[in-house]
């Protein structure tokens, strides 16, 4: 769909799986995220249209769990860091864990706390 969006629309995204982020100017973000959503209805895709799922254009945004900060964008510097509440969540998991070590992980828990402190990390 980023392909698709390209092309027609002239508009920078990022997909995975089911999640759309955009890239846009501000004076264009409204009519983008516009032409998107039309674009995504008309190829049969569901959306969420959510206050959580459908954020309007920020400097300040998170996407598939980092948070990007654009505000720097002009002097050449895109922040990028976890998204707030990320190493708070893995840090109460690990403390809960350690202070009742019977309590076994899940098939899943493990891999998934796994997953997160390394994409915490890096």
Do not use: H
Not at 30 to 57: D, M, Y
Not at 111 to 118: A, E, H, N
Request: hydrophobic share 45%; glycine share 8%.
């Amino acid at each position: 769909m980023s392909a698709v969006f390209l092309k027609l629309c002239l508009i920078l995204s990022v997909e995975f799986f089911d999640i759309f982020s955009q890239l846009d100017l501000l004076p264009t973000a409204e009519s983008g995220q516009f032409a998107l959503e039309k674009i995504l209805k008309l190829s049969g895709w569901r959306l969420s249209v959510t206050p959580e799922k459908r954020k309007p254009f920020a400097r300040v945004c998170v996407s598939l769990g980092v948070e990007l900060d654009f505000t720097e964008l002009a002097k050449g510097f895109v922040g990028v860091s976890n998204k707030p509440g990320r190493v708070k969540e893995i840090v109460e998991t690990v403390n809960r864990t350690l202070e009742n070590p019977k309590t076994m992980f899940g098939f899943k828990d493990a891999p998934s706390l796994r997953g997160r402190i390394g994409y915490a990390e890096t």
